[in-house]
């Protein structure tokens, strides 16, 4: 079954924490991106990928860090950094950045 | 600023109504706009994009660089239309600046 695969759906953290947000795809695409999403908010986009071992910044990057060591895999962490973590969280890839994205169902990050 | 706006939240229409979903950009180059529709429980998908020209699941969105506006229109609203949508500009080639959405209801 070909997709992107966010996991886990639910992420609980204490505030301080580090966590990462796992985000898998198999559908062969070169690009990824990380997006955020808030209550009353259009999509922001955090990182960008758009080969392996190359990521950029997006609009909003500070509190953020990514990898790409796998074309498949673009794991995001939500460092202690972040002043707003708690959000719903949205990957998605395209088989080239000016292409169709394609979402995840996206995690949902409660830092408590 | 590069920016979109969805001025409505929510909108009601019921079966069989035209329905528009408005959207407003701001961009000072040639902008490249698209629809995205979340239907309930399933992922954020594209729905249609400003350069197809194309009408899909009966929907339409003309540019009016003008007005810089894109709204989303359909003749005749059915059930299963309800969802999120979601006005999308493409700014460079990685970079896409979302409105905040719209949650359309059709009534039956």
């Known amino acids: 079954d070909g997709g992107i695969t966010q996991s886990p759906k639910y992420l609980f953290r204490k505030e301080g924490q580090n966590v990462t947000l796992s985000c898998e795809q198999n559908l062969n695409h070169d690009a990824m991106y990380w997006y955020r999403q808030d209550p009353g908010q259009g999509l922001r986009l955090i990182y960008y990928?758009?080969?392996?071992?190359?990521?950029q910044k997006g609009d909003i990057a500070e509190g953020y860090s990514v990898s790409r060591e796998k074309k498949e895999s673009f794991p995001l962490t939500v460092t202690s950094a972040q002043k707003n973590p708690t959000a719903f969280y949205l990957c998605a890839s395209s088989i080239s950045p000016r292409a169709e994205a394609f979402f995840g169902q996206g995690t949902r990050l409660t830092v408590v | 600023a590069q920016r979109v706006t969805q001025p409505e939240k929510l909108l009601s229409v019921f079966k069989g109504a035209p329905v528009e979903l408005k959207c407003n950009y701001s961009y000072s180059g040639s902008p490249e706009l698209f629809w995205y529709v979340q239907y309930s429980r399933q992922r954020l998908q594209l729905l249609l994009r400003h350069i197809s020209r194309e009408s899909i699941k009966g929907f339409t969105a003309d540019l009016n660089k003008g007005e810089t506006s894109f709204h989303l229109k359909k003749p005749f609203a059915q059930e299963e239309d309800s969802a999120m949508y979601y006005c999308a500009l493409r700014v460079r080639n990685n970079d896409m600046r979302f409105g905040a959405g719209t949650r359309l209801t059709v009534k039956p």
């Open positions: 990928s758009q080969i392996v071992n190359d990521f």
